[in-house]
C-alpha cells in the first residue's frame, strides 16, 4: 500500500511563491511517475505537472514557464515549485503516484489547499 502525504500549501499573495512536498511510503516510487494536480471550487480536477522515473516533464499550459517539479528518488519525494502566483491558481493541490505493469496502480494524496490573494 503507497501513502502520499503532502505539504507546503498556505496563503500568499499574487506573485509570491511556495513549494509543495509529496513524500511516498513504499517501495515503488522511483518506478513511478508523478504528477500534481489541482481542483479549484465548481471545476473539474486538472493536471498541472507531471515527472516520469526518467525525469521527463510535462507541463499544463496555464503554469508553464512558473512552475517547476521535480523528484527525489533516495528521498521518496516529489517537489513542486510554484513561482509568481496568480490568483487563478488557488486550489486544492493533490499528489498523484501512477505506476503502469500488467495492472495500472494510482494513489492519491490528502490534498494541500494553495490560496493566492491578489
Known amino acids: 500500500q503507497v501513502q502520499l502525504v503532502e505539504s507546503g500549501g498556505g496563503l500568499v499573495q499574487a506573485g509570491g511563491s511556495l513549494r509543495l512536498s509529496c513524500a511516498a511510503s513504499g517501495s515503488i516510487f522511483s518506478i513511478s511517475t508523478m504528477g500534481w494536480y489541482r481542483q479549484a471550487p465548481g471545476k473539474q480536477r486538472e493536471l498541472v505537472a507531471s515527472?516520469?522515473?526518467?525525469?521527463?516533464?510535462n507541463y499544463a499550459d496555464s503554469v508553464k514557464g512558473r512552475f517547476t517539479i521535480s523528484r527525489d528518488n533516495a528521498k521518496n519525494t516529489v517537489y513542486l515549485q510554484m513561482n509568481s502566483l496568480k490568483p487563478e491558481d488557488t486550489a486544492v493541490y493533490y499528489c498523484?503516484?501512477?505506476?503502469?505493469?500488467?495492472?495500472?496502480?494510482?494513489?492519491w494524496g490528502q490534498g494541500t489547499q494553495v490560496t493566492v490573494s491578489s
Open positions: 498523484n503516484l501512477a505506476l503502469r505493469l500488467t495492472t495500472n496502480y494510482t494513489y
Open positions: 515527472i516520469t522515473t526518467g525525469g521527463i516533464t
